[in-house]
């Protein structure tokens, strides 16, 4: 936490400044960096232990930053391009997907699933190309929210690059009130 108490010019002029912290392993992403190119906001690749985005404040000695500070370990966005990917991940990865939300609930972090271009009605139908069942699929990923303590968010994926920026612009503003 910061020791220092900003004024609402310094909490903008902060978040102004974030930058948005993409995973190495990240693909298909176009769609988001040219939705942050367009708004001018900045972003870099860099290795994540878990998650696909998360955000850093860079250096500002003027307002009592030293050195650029990470978020990476206090909150991520997971990115599924669809529910066929969250099926596969449910099923064929669940391993690997519980071995990230392991790592971060070992650090307290917040982990906000965001599953692009689907809805809790194509879940209930059944609208996915997965052969997973729908009351299946529906379990695991309830129980994942109370068990891994996730939260689930549906998004249009021309969507995806202003959720991600607002999910964490609010975190920073409230970390830094």
Same mark, same amino acid.
């Given at each position: 936490?910061?020791?220092?108490?900003?004024?609402?010019?310094? %909490?903008?002029?902060? %978040?102004?400044?974030?930058?948005?912290?993409?995973?190495?392993?990240?693909?298909?992403?176009?769609?988001?960096?040219?939705?942050?190119?367009?708004?001018?906001?900045?972003? !870099?690749?860099?290795?994540?232990?878990?998650?696909?985005?998360?955000?850093?404040?860079?250096?500002?000695?003027?307002?009592? %930053?030293?050195?650029?500070?990470?978020?990476?370990?206090?909150?991520?966005?997971?990115?599924?391009?669809?529910?066929?990917?969250?099926?596969?991940?449910?099923?064929?990865?669940?391993?690997?997907?519980?071995?990230?939300?392991? !790592?971060?609930?070992?650090?307290?972090?917040?982990?906000? =699933?965001? %599953?692009?271009?689907?809805?809790?009605?194509? =879940?209930?139908?059944?609208?996915?190309?997965?052969?997973?069942?729908?009351?299946?699929f529906i379990a695991s990923l309830k129980a994942y929210e109370v068990r891994w303590g996730i939260n689930v968010n549906f998004i249009d994926s021309n969507l995806s690059a202003w959720w991600i920026y607002?999910?964490?612009?609010?975190? =920073?503003?409230?970390?830094? =009130?």
């Amino acid at each position: 936490m910061l020791d220092y108490n900003y004024s609402k010019k310094e %909490i903008k002029q902060l %978040i102004d400044s974030m930058v948005i912290l993409i995973d190495t392993r990240e693909k298909e992403s176009d769609h988001i960096t040219k939705a942050l190119d367009k708004k001018d906001i900045e972003y !870099k690749n860099k290795a994540l232990r878990y998650g696909d985005y998360s955000f850093l404040l860079p250096k500002n000695e003027n307002l009592g %930053i030293s050195k650029e500070i990470s978020f990476a370990n206090e909150i991520v966005v997971e990115r599924k391009n669809s529910l066929d990917e969250l099926a596969l991940n449910l099923t064929q990865g669940r391993t690997t997907f519980q071995n990230e939300l392991i !790592k971060a609930r070992g650090d307290s972090a917040e982990f906000y =699933l965001m %599953i692009e271009d689907g809805n809790w009605r194509m =879940l209930k139908d059944g609208i996915y190309d997965s052969d997973y069942n729908s009351n299946s699929f529906i379990a695991s990923l309830k129980a994942y929210e109370v068990r891994w303590g996730i939260n689930v968010n549906f998004i249009d994926s021309n969507l995806s690059a202003w959720w991600i920026y607002h999910t964490f612009k609010y975190y =920073l503003r409230e970390y830094l =009130l």
